[in-house]
């Protein structure tokens, strides 16, 4: 039985990355820093190990007998007091964990990458062909996911890529469950003007597993899903939880000047606001996505957007994060 080395496990799309290799019959080594992760990973089936993405050292000995690594960790804050954090992790953290994958000859490597390596520059509907704009992004996000995945393309160990956009599914608590939430309490402030491409976190990680058994090496993915306006999106979510909603969408000049006012208010009291200038900028954008060569590849699903708020919300139910 095969060996696999995975960060992010402790994670929302690193946690289904999990199931999916125990259910195909893969021993899982999990990177994990603290002990609530140790326990998290273990009942998933996964083994903690402890490791950092910025100790060459412990990664090698974490990775040694390891057929492939999944590398699911990232660090998405929008917030530019965290951006020399968020380089050490996205871009510094992956080229740790190559140099010790290659020295320990892990023969895979399947990197999440994101939809934010090709920018919020970029004008259309997205797929591979189109070119990547994320050195050129003042979003160190963006800029951080594009220096994350050049340093995995250029690396000597195979590799395979995905660049996911949007993620919900059962197990979000943060991000997209946040959204959740606030409309089930009926707080949410207002709705952004964009338009998203929603994916399902469980077809992701299948297809990530099944490009590795595939040995579809030297590819990269784009793996989005339906596309739907924010203010469809909570409508939605609001018939689906019996509550009120805002009727429109919060013009975009309003949301970026709200944005830099609070970003500014922000370096005076040190604390991280709910919107910045980078998040105002990225939901009043349009991402679309053409998910055709992972569909044709690897039989990768785009999930029904309605199907998909309706499992999350039923696993948030459950978990007690929503009223019932």
């Excluded at 954090?85 to 490597?109: D, I, P, Y």
Aim: aromatic residues 8%; glycine residues 10%.
């Amino acid at each position: 039985m095969a060996t696999v080395f995975l960060t992010g496990a402790s994670g929302f799309l690193g946690g289904h990355l999990l199931r999916e290799l125990r259910a195909a019959g893969f021993e899982v080594r999990a990177l994990s820093r603290r002990a609530e992760s140790d326990e998290a990973i273990a009942r998933l089936g996964g083994v903690p190990v402890r490791a950092d993405l910025a100790d060459v050292a412990s990664l090698t000995a974490a990775q040694a007998g390891c057929e492939a690594v999944f590398h699911a960790a990232a660090n998405t804050s929008m917030w530019q007091p965290h951006a020399a954090v968020q380089t050490a992790t996205n871009v510094q953290g992956t080229e740790n964990l190559l140099r010790a994958a290659g020295s320990v000859g892990v023969k895979a490597f399947v990197h999440t990458s994101s939809v934010a390596a090709y920018s919020h520059l970029a004008h259309g509907t997205l797929n591979e062909s189109v070119p990547q704009r994320g050195a050129e992004s003042w979003i160190n996000y963006e800029r951080t996911k594009f220096l994350g995945e050049q340093a995995v393309r250029g690396s000597s160990v195979p590799w395979i890529v995905f660049n996911p956009s949007h993620i919900l599914g059962p197990g979000d608590c943060r991000n997209w469950g946040r959204l959740i939430m606030l409309v089930d309490h009926e707080k949410l402030p207002g709705i952004p003007p964009g338009i998203g491409s929603f994916a399902d976190v469980r077809e992701i990680a299948r297809a990530q597993v099944r490009a590795w058994q595939r040995q579809r090496f030297g590819e990269a993915y784009l793996v989005g899903g339906e596309h739907a306006s924010y203010i469809d999106l909570v409508h939605r979510l609001g018939a689906a939880l019996g509550k009120r909603t805002p009727h429109n969408p919060v013009p975009a000049w309003a949301l970026m000047t709200y944005a830099r006012l609070v970003d500014g208010w922000s370096k005076v009291t040190g604390e991280e606001p709910d919107v910045t200038p980078e998040s105002a900028t990225l939901v009043c954008g349009s991402l679309r996505v053409d998910s055709a060569k992972a569909k044709r590849e690897l039989g990768y699903v785009e999930s029904p957007l309605d199907a998909l708020l309706a499992d999350t919300v039923v696993w948030m139910r459950k978990e007690g994060l929503i009223g019932r």
